[in-house]
T-cell receptor, first 112, second 115 residues
């Protein structure tokens, strides 16, 4: 089973709201990723977790806060977002850092 | 630094035609990994293939085939006898050891298959 699940599928939030995106995988993968994708652009890496430790933060603004509670779960906490943060947020996981990444269906975020 | 170029922005074909997507990559690393992903309108990226730099064998999977040529730094993808369900954006991507799994994506190629 190569499934990565993400909730919610859609999210509309105001600039003063706090919300969280959730990602889950049960493939035993030890690397998990958050990507941001704007329309008609490729995904851009935001964060990498390896063995539940943050390994990469691609200079992401602090209004995005990742969390990896355990090896199966990855959260992205959102606070005080800007309208330009509206995008598709994709979670992915892989067995190792050189392996193929399996992506979830994404969360379409709209910031009003 | 790594770079992936997908020069074709959009390709339109009629069903049953073959379509070839070009991917050219740049890296100084001798070990690297190449990937193709499909992104249908629903948004989810679907993994298609992974190739490492030491494996130049071409691969065929059903109607899909891949041509890896290190001499030209290319990893092209062909869909044979295209179908409407093949309509999607296709991304080529590259990663190298020591980059924490970071995928360098190309800009993507939109494939439109009409009946």
């Amino acid at each position: 089973d190569t499934e990565v699940t993400q909730t919610p599928k859609h999210l509309v939030m105001g600039m003063t709201n706090k919300k969280s995106l959730k990602c889950e995988q049960h493939m035993g993968h030890r690397a998990m990723y958050w990507y941001k994708q704007k329309a008609k652009k490729p995904p851009e890496l935001m964060f990498v977790y390896s063995y539940e430790k943050l390994s990469i933060n691609e200079s992401v603004p602090s209004r995005f806060s990742p969390e990896c509670p355990n090896s199966s779960l990855l959260n992205l906490h959102l606070h005080a977002l800007q309208p330009e943060d509206s995008a598709l947020y994709l979670c992915a996981s892989s067995h190792g850092l050189a392996g193929e990444q399996y992506f979830g269906p994404g969360t379409r975020l709209t910031v009003t | 630094a790594q770079k992936v170029t997908q020069a074709q922005t959009e390709i339109s074909v009629v069903e049953k035609e073959d379509v070839t997507l070009d991917c050219v990559y740049e890296t100084r690393d001798t070990t690297y990994y190449l990937f193709w992903y499909k992104q249908p309108p629903s948004g989810e990226l679907v993994f298609l293939i992974r190739r490492n730099s030491f494996d130049e064998q071409n691969e065929i999977s059903g109607r899909y085939s891949w041509n890896f040529q290190k001499s030209t730094s290319s990893f092209n993808f062909t869909i044979t006898a295209s179908q409407v369900v093949d309509s999607a954006v296709y991304f080529c991507a590259l990663s190298v050891p020591g980059s924490w799994g970071k995928l360098q994506f190309g800009a993507g190629t939109q494939v439109v298959v009409t009946p």
